[in-house]
């Protein structure tokens, strides 16, 4: 296997943790969708941009010190790169870790919010049915060489068969396969997963929205978590450092009660929603 198909192959090894807001646990659970917002609107400024910057960094190098029949595609590339800049791809942030202060700084007001624990298995349907996948993001930049490398390897590889533009073509049509999953190594705290649209989404597609920020209109696809109403099921919750626990806990199994959430079969004593351990005042 390639380093990318490893990549694309890799599953969590336990639940990952969607971090939201008082707001975002009841949308959720209330619509069993998730907001899968466009990669260039997320916390991170350099979204995408980063992934570009990687291998727009590699071909110049490449072009600069190789003399051989690939340096035409290099440059065809080079010249086209900044044309997927604006692509659609939807993502969707998830963590390994379900109890983590940058997280409630990053995702929740004021600190106060909730991680919800989904379990992949049951996500699998909903992912093929949406054609997303989860990704696992990768910060050590020798890793994130090798994923490049492999990207550029792979289409100039096409040349003997086809023209420098048409590898060119490959190489750009590819980029936002791997690109949601190529982070900067100073978020590697994060541990970070993504539920990415496996390739661009119409803009028009009726599950493509636009929510209102301070600033802009931020286009989302409304992921549907389940099929059925009553099947969106949450392995457990973390609440937030709060400066009401208890109540913010009990409020939060109520609301799971009242949406029509299930918990694991078996369990026998209902919601398992869990205090954060975090020793932090946000509010």
């Not at 790169?81 to 692509?87: A, L």
């Not at 390994?96 to 996500?123: H, K, M, N, T």
């Not at 590697?188 to 119409?202: A, F, K, M, N, Y």
């Amino acid at each position: 296997m390639g380093v990318i198909e490893d990549l694309l192959a890799e599953t969590p090894s336990g639940p990952i943790y969607h971090y939201t807001s008082n707001d975002g646990l009841l949308g959720i659970t209330r619509t069993k969708t998730l907001w899968a917002s466009k990669l260039h609107y997320l916390n991170d400024s350099t979204e995408f941009a980063y992934a570009i910057e990687l291998v727009r960094s590699a071909l110049k190098n490449r072009l600069a010190k190789e003399r051989g029949p690939w340096n035409q595609f290099y440059g065809a590339a080079l010249d086209r790169i900044y044309s997927i800049e604006n692509v659609h791809v939807y993502v969707s942030c998830f963590s390994e870790a379900g109890d983590l202060l940058s997280q409630w700084r990053g995702y929740c007001p004021s600190s106060v919010g909730y991680s919800i624990a989904f379990d992949v298995v049951q996500l699998q349907v909903s992912m093929q049915r949406q054609k997303f996948r989860l990704v696992r993001c990768v910060y050590d930049e020798a890793r994130q060489g090798a994923i490049v490398k492999e990207l550029i390897d792979s289409a100039a590889e096409s040349i003997g068969g086809t023209s420098a533009g048409t590898a060119a073509e490959l190489l750009l049509n590819r980029i936002p396969e791997v690109a949601p999953a190529l982070k900067h190594p100073q978020f590697s705290e994060e541990r970070e997963w993504r539920l990415v649209s496996q390739g661009p989404v119409d803009i028009r597609h009726p599950q493509v929205r636009f929510r209102p920020t301070s600033w802009t209109l931020v286009p989302y696809y409304l992921f549907q978590l389940c099929v059925e109403p009553d099947g969106l099921e949450i392995d457990h919750v973390y609440v937030g450092p709060n400066p009401h626990m208890d109540l913010a806990r009990d409020a939060a199994v109520l609301s799971l009660w009242n949406a029509g959430v299930r918990f694991p079969e078996g369990r026998g004593t209902g919601f398992d929603v869990r205090p954060s351990a975090v020793p932090y005042r946000g509010w």
